[in-house]
Structure formats: structure tokens, C-alpha cells
């Protein structure tokens, strides 16, 4: 995956999207980004990160999906949208035993 840290635009959605950390370390971990973006973002906020990151950066986003981002509604529509269908079961927290 890319990594566009030094986009003020990006910078500006990840603060926003995740706002328990700094932008500049929400944007190092692309995956966690665009979790976030692809369940609370804007159509806005979905069209700028598409202009950084391309359907492979989606794809390994949900591929790689961080437990407990998405609602069930995202998660079957970005597998949709994306071509992956169908939607596996959603990631899961796993608690040691």
C-alpha cells in the first residue's frame, strides 16, 4: 500500500475518522485508515482516499480488516463494491483463553 502521510487533505479525514490517535500515525497503518473510512466515511471522504489508494489498497483493507471497525452493513457493501463476494463473516476480537 501507499502511504500518504504528507497529505494535509488525509491528514484532516484521519483525524477525523480516528480520532484516538494522531493522523500522522493513523496514516502509517493504511489498513486501520481506510477501515475507518470505508464504515464512517463520507461520500467525500471515500472519494479522496480513492484518489491515494486504488481498489488493490480496498481490497487488502478488507482482506486485512482490523476486528471491530465495521458494522455489517460496510462489510457487505464494500465486498460488493469491491467485487468480493461473497462477505466472509466479519473479523472478531479473540480474547486469550
Do not use: C
Not at 487488502?60 to 461473497?86: C, K
Amino acid at each position: 500500500m501507499t502511504h500518504p502521510f504528507h497529505s494535509p487533505e488525509l491528514r484532516l479525514v484521519a483525524k477525523r475518522m480516528v480520532w484516538f490517535k494522531r493522523p500522522e500515525e493513523t496514516l502509517r497503518d493504511p489498513v486501520l485508515f481506510l477501515n475507518h473510512v470505508m464504515t464512517w466515511g463520507t461520500v467525500d471522504d471515500i472519494g479522496l482516499a480513492r484518489s491515494y489508494f486504488d481498489e488493490d489498497d480496498f481490497r487488502a483493507a478488507l482482506r486485512q480488516a482490523h476486528p471491530g471497525i465495521f458494522d455489517p452493513r460496510s462489510w457487505a457493501y464494500w465486498h460488493l463494491v469491491l467485487g468480493m463476494e461473497p462477505a466472509p463473516p466479519l473479523p472478531e476480537r479473540r480474547l486469550p483463553e
